[in-house]
């Protein structure tokens, strides 16, 4: 190994090593920004500046994808083969342009200048196929001419109503001038901390992350643990596949996130907040610091109150609350048992309120309108509007915001064109032969489920989950036993490895399911998937363990899988 | 004192247990595999999962704690196919060979070795690099003993962690140095709690190969290699 200088190194460390082991991921962070990925002196020296065990530091490199402990090129393409970018021939994408340099996926090129990997779900969906180039996404790339335009994601929204997306869709984001000096939050400084969890409360708002709890009732728990300090945190780590609203809400309106924000941790106390971002969002970043730099400026932030991001480093289950809480404290992602509850014992094991973003963009617009304004929108058991993430076989993959109570088929009538054509519809029922909903970790339907409503309520009578607004439309010609056999693979690389049913069910799961999609099932395969399912859904430590054969019993229940 | 009712039996216990010690107390076997009275309980190889009334999922009853009026059952079908399907999964990614006691598990529920055909098993070479023990990393199940006596749980030395992530997973040091040049201390501490002798004595590892008593003499780095020779 070449000498490698460390004395850029010693020159930043100094203020990570301020957070002690919290400041692990910023300075690993920073030190791959150097040094283009983490030599072992490199990682030792943070580790002792840190004062972090060597092994710990290594085992955190190891966990987190986009952390590298060998050197990677200049360049690193990521091309997504999830769900929706399959769908649009992203495996082909990936072996032409592997082929053209001459190396398989996850190699780097002999000239040491470009890394290709195979990447999970980026959250570009409504732009599939799609890459992540360095720190710019890829939305456009011509793969016959080896053209690349990386950059900016444009925003796709479409409305039925327009509360939370009112600033989206500029192209860049809304500046605190055209979002407003924080109304809602100027009104909750002047009401008890009570009395804004009250306004929470009636207006019924659950979390849109995809378990739906009571948002007020989690506030509630918070203000009410009497330890100090408390936190806020708000989860960007949007990572489920086929999810990419809180994308567009971070990218184009940062300061309604941020207003949330204020507006939560004066109901619950907290002085310290955090953006947990994941790692593939990272050209979300500039503009959402500029946004807390101008709220800042403007005083909303700072000594009572401010916000630190946190960039996640390409790990799935950091999704799961406790598992983010492991991690920006500078550990690997590996959720903990519940309870205790975040509310309780959270982040740095104190009272912490974690919410979605889209979850703190209903915030403002409570607080602003008030509690029985926000409720004319939506039903009585699911008010508010809702973002849902359209993407797949569809005309217009993209961001619909609607009331919660249109039905499926408005939704994909909207998405697949003219919503009052009445021959789109009838084509409606022969074009699809699945929706994936809620994500990977959701459940299919079919064209039976059209007339559905969205609604938290609707949904769950049809056995259908919600989960992070994903819907994902498989038209007759596709093959879902491909799209089965991604899912799996998907969830073998995501399972942090914790527990044991997720840990091998997974790995197993997915070797099926691959066999399936090429045609050479096992006898008994079938009642594999269904005792490896069921002991994953019923067993796991997690929420990701729980739901990682979800789709797949789905399926395998409304009888898609043709084998 | 929490009353409560474990497979159709009623007990009084006092506060403060686990179902799984509670159940102890009254011999009701409930099996587990990374539990271990020197560790924290981390609740992740959830053979020791119980049905409780009341809750949607299966819970690991060696960190729930006994609750007055619970209803517990440690032998339900729901249960039985986890634990089944655990084992076997188990089986066809580690080798079990030195782990008798999860063997006698698997016949106890008729978990057949076999059921996983053609899966990936975790299939790694014998990491012998010190005179004090080996480390058979085949034979890992993952249950984190060792990780947590080498840390917080005993000996605060901290020169083992994890690799990998998932089913690759793996326990390992800074970038896979050899054990001498990482902070170990030699204790013997991760030996003693393995459940699966993929941490053995050198000295048995040796016996088990082969190598005669009279050949292992005193336990140093020099021998190792000398054991080895005289051999073949």
């Known amino acids: ?563 | 004192m929490p009353k409560l009712i474990i497979d159709a039996q009623e007990i009084t216990v006092e506060d403060g247990l686990t179902i799984l010690e509670a159940a102890r107390q009254f011999a009701i076997d409930i099996p587990t595999i990374c539990w271990h009275p020197a560790t924290t309980a981390n609740g992740l190889c959830r053979m020791c999962v119980v049905e409780i009334d009341g809750m949607r999922l299966l819970q690991p009853s060696c960190v729930v704690k006994a609750a007055d009026g619970m209803k517990v059952q440690t032998k339900s079908e729901r249960v039985n196919r986890a634990r089944k399907t655990i084992l076997e999964m188990l089986a066809s990614s580690v080798d079990l060979a030195d782990s008798p006691e999860i063997q006698g598990l698997m016949s106890e529920y008729s978990a057949s070795p076999d059921r996983f055909p053609a899966a990936h098993r975790r299939e790694v070479e014998v990491k012998d690099d010190n005179p004090m023990y080996i480390r058979d990393y085949a034979k890992c199940v993952l249950c984190w003993r060792c990780v947590q006596v080498c840390a917080d749980d005993a000996q605060y030395t901290y020169a083992i962690n994890f690799s990998g992530r998932g089913f690759e997973t793996q326990i390992g040091t800074f970038f896979d140095i050899p054990m001498p040049a990482t902070s170990c201390v030699f204790c013997g501490q991760c030996v003693g709690v393995c459940p699966t002798g993929a941490l053995k004595p050198k000295r048995e590892f040796l016996l088990e190969q082969g190598v005669a008593p009279e050949q292992i003499v005193v336990m140093n780095s020099g021998r190792k290699s000398k054991a080895k020779s005289q051999k073949s």
Request: net charge negative; aromatic share 8%.
């Open chain 1, 1 to 563: 190994m070449s000498e490698i200088d460390l004395t850029p190194l010693r020159e930043i460390l100094p203020i990570y090593a301020l957070q002690g082991r919290s400041g692990l991921l910023p300075a690993l962070h920073a030190a791959q920004k150097h040094y283009g990925w983490l030599p072992q002196p490199v990682a030792a020296e943070v580790a002792q500046a840190l004062q972090v065990p060597l092994a710990d530091v290594h085992g955190v490199i190891e966990f987190y994808s986009l952390f590298y402990n060998q050197p990677v090129g200049k360049r690193i393409i990521r091309i997504c083969t999830d769900a929706a970018c399959a769908l649009k021939g992203a495996d082909h994408i990936l072996s032409g342009l592997c082929a053209r340099h001459g190396i398989q996926p996850n190699q780097t090129a002999l000239d040491g200048a470009t890394t290709i990997e195979s990447s999970p779900c980026l959250g570009l969906c409504d732009h599939a196929p799609a890459a992540l180039v360095n720190n710019e996404a890829e939305t456009n790339f011509d793969p016959s001419q080896n053209s690349w335009e990386p950059g900016r994601p444009a925003s796709k929204i479409y409305r039925l109503s327009s509360f939370l997306t009112s600033n989206c869709g500029k192209g860049r984001a809304a500046t605190l001038a055209e979002y407003g000096d924080y109304p809602a939050y100027h009104r909750t400084l002047t009401m008890t901390p009570e009395s804004v969890i009250a306004e929470v409360k009636a207006a019924g708002l659950v979390g849109r992350g995809g378990a739906a709890f009571p948002t007020g009732i989690k506030w509630e728990g918070a203000a009410k643990a009497d330890r100090f300090p408390k936190y806020l945190v708000c989860n960007a780590d949007e990572s489920e596949p086929g999810t990419f609203k809180d994308r567009v809400l971070l990218l184009d309106d940062p300061h309604c996130v941020i207003e949330g924000m204020c507006i939560a941790a004066h109901a619950i106390g907290a002085q310290k907040g955090y953006i947990y971002l994941r790692g593939e969002y990272p050209y979300i970043l500039p503009g959402l610091e500029n946004a807390l730099a101008e709220a800042r400026e403007a005083g909303y932030l700072g000594e009572k109150f401010d916000i630190e991001i946190r960039l996640g480093a390409g790990a799935y289950i950091c999704g799961e609350e406790t598992a983010l809480f492991e991690s920006i404290e500078g550990k690997r992602g590996y959720p903990r048992i519940k309870p205790p509850f975040p509310t309780t014992n959270g982040l740095f094991n104190q009272p912490t309120v974690i919410n979605n973003v889209e979850t703190l963009c209903n915030v403002p617009l409570i607080i602003a309108k008030g509690p029985s304004a926000y409720r004319q929108i939506g039903t009585e058991k699911s008010p508010g509007p809702k973002l849902f993430c359209v993407s797949g076989d569809v005309a217009r993959p993209g961001v619909y915001e609607v009331p919660f109570g249109v039905t499926l088929r408005e939704l994909l009538r909207m998405a697949n064109g003219d919503p009052t054509d009445p021959l789109a519809d009838s084509s409606l029922e022969n074009h699809i032969q699945a929706i994936l909903f809620g994500g990977a970790a959701g459940a299919f339907a079919t064209s039976a489920h059209l007339d559905v409503k969205l609604t938290f309520e609707d949904l769950r009578a049809a056995g259908l989950p919600l989960g992070s607004g994903v819907v994902m439309v498989f038209n007759q010609s596709r093959d879902l036993r491909q799209t089965l056999a991604v899912l799996g693979k998907f969830f073998a690389h995501e399972s942090c490895g914790k527990c044991y049913p997720c840990q091998m069910g997974t790995q197993r799961q997915a070797e099926i399911l691959e066999r399936i999609a090429e045609g050479k099932r096992k006898a008994g395969d079938l009642d594999r998937l269904q005792d490896i399912g069921w002991t994953m859904t019923d067993a796991s430590l997690c929420g990701l363990g729980q739901t990682a054969a979800s789709a797949v019993l789905s399926a395998l229940k409304l009888g898609l899988i043709k084998i």
